[in-house]
């Protein structure tokens, strides 16, 4: 007799499990195409940096358009609470570990002023920059109008899960179709982590879908509320919803690979599982110009009853530029994102992302099992 069974449970994977297999060409990885296009804008490289106080500000922000990126400012972080927002992100980066969940607690109750968020927007778009704004689905109605009329050029609604369909005790919450159609700008959400929430969302007619629940360095959703889904069985689900959606409407909605990322590697299998692009977060606040001075938290963070993410020290190594595009001066993988990306590219004779995404992948050993022993040990040492 087979065993009963109360519900299916299947394995799910992460970037350690599995592998890119090389394409039979090769190409030039000069030659590879890593552009994104989101609405009617085309990012030169597929690298959004998190809505992170730690790393986006103005000035970050317009670096990131420099390079070909794009910052996210989140619109319900401090730079939107404080006239002076480099005083308070000193006073996080002073704290002792012990109190800093107090102290983040405490800052992020000073009230949001609609002011500071139209002179952030205007502040970005002088510097000739695309500005992205993100919030979470309370705040929308009341900031995004604010942000677009000051000249915001993508709204971002980001919670750690979200879902084209919510219940609630109140009269009427954030209805996602509506807003796309009122706002006048690409319009983005997240993040998901399945098929079914995917293809849901992507019907609201959104422009762009954030994957990832749980994988961020700085996350603690696994670990409080025990919620999330490894980042390649996660990005593979939602990307498979894109193609569904793809099939049935002709509208193409790119799906953001959001948290897990740690090496090239990682982000080279993200676009692998399907990913047009990916979210960076505490790999840029390792950036000199970060705002965060070596530190990174998550938006999360200071909830007032359960904070769901904490501050980590990631370090100052290179300027935006050197993680980015190198040169690498470590040999980990942490350096160097853009240059990883285009190589992986030629290995697999992927001249686009498009076809990246359509390479074979194989779940594989742990690396730190496969040959690396003496790699594993030594750089404890």
């Known amino acids: 007799m087979e065993r009963p069974q109360f519900k299916p449970l299947r394995r799910a994977y992460g970037f350690d499990e599995v592998s890119i297999v090389p394409g039979d ?11 994104l296009s989101i609405g009617g804008h085309t990012l030169k490289i597929p690298v959004m940096a998190a809505a992170l106080d730690a790393l986006v500000s103005p000035e970050t922000a317009g670096l990131m358009s420099d390079l070909g990126g794009i910052g996210v400012l989140n619109l319900e972080g401090l730079q939107s609470r404080y006239e002076r927002p480099a005083e308070v992100l000193q006073e996080i980066a002073l704290s002792q570990q012990s109190g800093v969940t107090a102290l983040l607690q405490r800052v992020y109750t000073a009230p949001i002023k609609e002011t ?18 993100s919030m979470t689905p309370a705040m929308t109605k009341r900031l995004a109008p604010v942000a ?21 005790k109140s009269l009427r919450g954030l209805v996602i179709s509506e807003l796309v159609q009122q706002v006048g700008v690409p319009v983005m959400v997240g993040n998901a982590v399945s098929f079914s929430t995917a293809l849901e969302l992507m019907e609201t007619g959104v422009d762009g879908l954030f994957v990832g629940v749980g994988p961020g360095a700085i996350c603690t ?15 593979l689900d939602c990307a ?16 953001i690979t959001d948290g ?60 935006m530029k050197e993680i980015l595009f190198g040169p690498a001066t470590v040999s980990d993988g ?27 992948v194989v779940i594989a050993p742990s690396i730190r099992t496969e040959g690396k022993y003496l790699q594993m040990t030594q750089s404890l040492n």
């Open 221 to 235: 959703t696994r670990e409080v509320i025990g919620v999330g889904v490894p980042q390649v069985t996660a990005t």
């Open 25 to 35: 060409v090769t190409i030039n990885p000069e030659q590879a195409d890593t552009s």
């Open 148 to 168: 677009v009329e000051a000249g915001a050029d993508i709204v971002v609604v980001q919670s750690t899960v979200t879902t084209a369909r919510h219940l609630s």
């Open 116 to 133: 500071f968020v139209g002179d952030r927007v205007r502040d970005i778009k002088g510097r000739n920059a695309l500005c992205a704004v």
């Open 260 to 319: 897990g990322i740690r090496t090239g590697g990682d982000l080279c299998k993200a676009f692998a599982s399907g990913a047009d692009g990916v979210m960076l977060g505490s790999q840029l606040v390792k950036a000199q110009e970060a705002p965060g001075q070596g530190y990174s938290w998550g938006m999360a963070s200071p909830h007032a009853d359960l904070p769901r993410g904490t501050r980590i020290k990631v370090g100052t190594t290179r300027s």
């Open 240 to 255: 498979a919803a894109r193609e569904e959606y793809f099939r049935r409407t002709g509208k193409y909605v790119p799906i």
């Open 334 to 360: 942490t350096e160097n994102y853009i240059g990883a990306l285009k190589t992986c590219m030629g290995y697999c004779g992927a001249s686009t992302i498009k076809e990246l995404q359509h390479c074979e």
